[in-house]
């Protein structure tokens, strides 16, 4: 493609845009699991909208096929502000929320606020205990142990907290389903609070106020919020309600943009969609971590080897979030919360590389389960025969199996449960793909179940181990009765289509404007054709490094591809017919593009 930015703005030959936009009638070898679509990208609009925004035409495609259609909302979508966000008191019992909180604090009651264990859990702590610090020294915070205690407000936690003289408990990323918990508070004349954002039972707790946009009947329209985002929202709306009532008058009223940290780190690590405020502020909280990182951030950016300055969406979900979790997963989440609190960056070092060893205790322990689970299938390959791969074993440890469920949902590209099974209870967690939604499917057989929860695409349970075979059976049934087979395929979206010569830094940079990448904003794919393998080393034990050119101009660019995790090292192409590509930015040569293989 014809690239010219001058003064005159972005100008291309006329017709060339087509050319990203154009569809690929015939796919060779395509394994028969993947289904490949092609975004409808229409090239007069992506025209008009590259000259209007000064972007690359490509970039223009991908903002219109998103929705954004019009040059006002293409340009907010690129740049956006605080301007737009919605009124936190659209969220049904703020006000009866923010008023008691406010009853706590000038009656100086003692304030806990309960937690989860996960990185959404343990930031919006972090975050709602920081606000709250700064108008009260009657507070507390606690998380429970992931085995232990299990997830989620319970009566026993009202017994602690009542022996230790709680006056109020906020949960935060969890409590939506503490119905027992809140009726046990309320014997010990203990007021709850509830901020959550997952599914809400058909009995709700009878808290003094719950936020959770994910009720029926609240208006608020941010049901995509993860639980640091719900935190957010009430000490926006806390702040507020504070300066009215004069609390700012006798302390300091604390700025917000130094907590966007926190709701990025939460809000990425919870892959919920990155759309509207989750998008406005996570982009603002990355910034933020870029330029001015709290110790906490700073130590785990180097526990991870990050350069925090350039930190990205991708740091965030692959490096950073992991060694959170990893907490929580081997250890105690309570750590976590610690960190992201540090003053020092001496002690927030400390924790900071104890997450890293923990991080690799768990990929040691998920990667023998995963292998265990791979040879079973070797053994049995009738497994990979039913729309659900539900497996147990009463050694796997209970904390990791999410994250090998999740690995191996992608590879089959179907529904996984694995359980862990002790005594006469198994406990698991479940994942899943593309539209199937397993959280409907647990609730379908929710007699089967001692307790479940989650969402769409990730759910946890508990049953007894004499109903696991029954449960199998049922979801199994489900799953043929609600799903098709295309609903079991590995869904690829192509949104444009490049020759090697259009893969340049100018195009890359400009793609790094629709950041933060996640749920509801994917990352570009892209696919380019007959391209062939200059020169090819293997790194590690399976990722391919490779040189790439046009096979049809033998004279032309060459451009540096990474295939991680192949499948075969022994048999590796030296020619694609066509190949499906994310392009990144270098970061060991900050201006060389990078193609990044994607399995079709």
């Not at 606020?113 to 507070?139: K, P, Y």
């Not at 380019?528 to 096979?551: D, T, Y």
């Amino acid at each position: 493609m014809f690239l010219n930015i001058g003064q005159s703005g972005l100008n291309f030959r006329p017709g060339a845009i087509d050319n990203f936009w154009q569809p690929l009638y015939k796919i060779h070898h395509m394994p028969i699991k993947t289904h490949v679509t092609y975004a409808d990208i229409d090239p007069d609009n992506a025209r008009r909208l590259s000259q209007e925004l000064g972007c690359h035409p490509v970039t223009a495609g991908l903002i219109w096929h998103r929705g954004f259609t019009t040059v006002e909302s293409a340009r907010f979508y690129l740049n956006p502000d605080f301007s737009r966000l919605t009124d936190p008191f659209a969220m049904k019992d703020m006000q009866k929320a923010v008023e008691r909180i406010y009853f706590a604090v000038i009656n100086r009651e003692k304030i806990l606020i309960f937690g989860d264990f996960d990185a959404d859990g343990v930031t919006a702590t972090a975050l709602l205990h920081e606000f709250l610090s700064c108008v009260t020294d009657r507070i507390t915070w606690y998380i429970p142990h992931r085995i232990k205690e299990g997830y989620g407000l319970l009566p026993e936690h009202i017994q602690m907290a009542a022996e230790q003289a709680v006056d109020l408990i906020i949960t935060v990323d969890c409590g939506i389903s503490g119905t027992d918990a809140v009726a046990a508070a309320a014997i010990e004349d203990m007021d709850v609070i509830i901020t959550d954002h997952h599914e809400p039972g058909p009995v709700l707790p009878q808290a003094v106020a719950i936020l959770d946009p994910k009720q029926p009947d609240c208006p608020s329209g941010l049901s995509f919020l993860a639980g640091v985002g719900v935190a957010f929202f009430l000490v926006m709306g806390l702040r507020k309600f504070f300066r009215e009532k004069g609390i700012w008058e006798s302390c300091p009223e604390p700025r917000l943009l130094p907590f966007l940290d926190l709701f990025a780190m939460g809000t990425i690590g919870d892959m919920v969609p990155l759309i509207n405020e989750n998008r406005v502020l996570s982009m603002a909280g990355i910034r933020q971590m870029q330029k001015n990182a709290r110790p906490g951030i700073q130590a785990l950016a180097k526990a991870a080897r990050i350069d925090v300055t350039r930190l990205d969406s991708d740091d965030i979900s692959f490096k950073m979030v992991p060694r959170i979790n990893a907490a929580g997963r081997m250890s105690h989440a309570r750590i976590c919360v610690s960190l992201l609190t540090s003053q020092t960056l001496a002690d927030a070092e400390k924790i900071a590389f104890l997450l890293d060893d923990l991080n690799a205790q768990r990929q040691t322990i998920e990667q023998e389960i995963i292998m265990q689970i791979e040879r079973r299938i070797h053994d049995n390959p009738s497994l990979l025969e039913n729309r659900l791969l539900m497996l147990w074993d009463k050694h796997w440890n209970p904390s990791v199996l999410g994250i090998a469920a999740s690995k191996l949902s992608k590879k089959y590209v179907c529904p996984v449960l694995l359980l862990s099974c002790n005594h006469e209870m198994a406990v698991g967690s479940g994942r899943s793909i593309n539209n199937i939604n397993i959280h409907k499917a647990l609730t379908a057989h929710a007699h089967l179940l001692e307790k479940f929860g989650g969402h769409a695409m990730a759910s946890g349970l508990t049953l007894s181990l004499d109903r696991l075979t029954d449960l199998a059976t049922g979801l199994q049934t489900h799953l043929q009765t609600h799903y098709t087979r295309e609903d079991f395929s590995k869904t690829l979206t192509i949104d444009a289509i490049l020759d090697i010569s259009d893969i340049r830094l100018d195009l890359v940079r400009d793609l790094d404007r629709l950041r933060p990448f996640g749920m509801n904003n994917p990352e570009p794919l892209f696919l380019a054709r007959h391209l062939k393998v200059v020169s090819s080393q293997i790194i590690g034990r399976c990722h391919r490094k490779m040189m790439l050119q046009s096979a049809d101009n033998q004279s032309g660019p060459v451009v540096e591809a990474f295939h991680f995790n192949v499948p075969d090292t022994r048999q590796l192409p030296v020619f694609y017919e066509q190949l499906a590509f994310r392009l990144k930015q270098s970061k060991f040569k900050a201006d060389t593009p990078q193609m990044i293989v994607e399995e079709m």
